[in-house]
């Protein structure tokens, strides 16, 4: 039995906190080309974040500080960058670095002592180029352009995800209760930030601002994902009756043979 209140876990409670993380990267600038490594072609930045962005913020999420209950993020790179695992131990968790290609960057995040719980790792794979052309990709870093800066538009790759907690310990659920995370804006503000949603034009890049999360995308998903289960229930009925229906057939043209 334990002496200790704090030490007690609370059954039977679950506990969440909602984060993102991912990547956003940006082809360097002919200035910036010139103090990198010759064959480095972009600039990025790989990070954990809480999913709610600030208000009028260039940072895809981050409107939490996440020290509260996370203790370090290492970030292992891809072994062709020097001292490929870092590890990071005060916010912001992230990495920032040039480099000219895509890898599988492994983000292990390690909680503070008192929730007493093993580091949990996700995978993500860092994107430096769009999904689609869609005829406004950045032009070619080394392209000679009449106006550099808004050719330049970032790639975002991020991936919302919600850190559970079951059964915590009475301390560290205190801790947790006393940062509520910033709730996701209701309305869609913003761009989704997907390498999918990357802006539709080079106006679109201009105007329409730093990709969000929102209550909405999750709303849409969730519509999409029912629609598809109509979809796929419709089909079933649909089969289910062609199937009936050929196994009569069969069954009358069985019977002529006999007959
Ligand atoms: C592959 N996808 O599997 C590639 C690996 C590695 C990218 C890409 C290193 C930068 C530096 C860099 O950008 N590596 O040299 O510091 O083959």
Redesign the pocket.
């Known amino acids: 039995m334990s002496s200790n209140p704090d030490r007690v876990r609370v059954r039977g409670i679950q506990i969440h906190r909602p984060i993102i993380y991912g990547n956003t990267a940006i082809p360097l600038r002919p200035e910036e080309k010139e103090l990198a490594?010759p064959e480095?072609t972009h600039r990025w930045t790989v990070a954990v974040r809480s999913a709610a962005s600030e208000a009028n913020s260039d940072i895809v999420g981050g409107a939490d500080d996440l020290s509260y209950f996370l203790k370090r993020v290492t970030f292992k790179l891809?072994e062709?960058?020097?001292n490929a695992t870092r590890n990071v131990d005060r916010p912001p968790f992230e990495v920032t670095e040039t480099?000219?290609?895509?890898?599988e960057v492994q983000i292990r995040l390690h909680f503070i002592p008192e929730s007493a719980e093993k580091a949990i790792l996700f995978y993500h794979h860092l994107k430096l180029h769009p999904w689609a052309p869609t005829g406004t990709d950045p032009a070619p870093p080394t392209a000679p352009s009449e106006s550099p800066i808004t050719n330049y538009s970032p790639v975002h790759s991020w991936q919302y995800d919600e850190v559970i907690f079951f059964d915590p310990f009475q301390n560290f659920l205190n801790i947790l209760t006393s940062h509520p995370p910033t709730p996701l804006p209701k309305e869609k503000r913003r761009p989704y930030p997907f390498h999918t949603a990357n802006p539709a034009s080079l106006e679109e890049s201009r105007t329409a601002g730093v990709p969000e999360f929102s209550q909405q995308l999750e709303k849409e998903e969730l519509e999409r994902l029912d629609t598809a289960k109509r979809f796929v229930v419709a089909e079933q009925v649909k089969w289910r009756n062609k199937l009936i229906e050929k196994e009569k057939e069969l069954a009358r043209l069985k019977k002529e043979l006999g007959e």
């Open positions: 490594p480095h891809h062709s960058f020097p480099g000219w290609g895509e890898f």
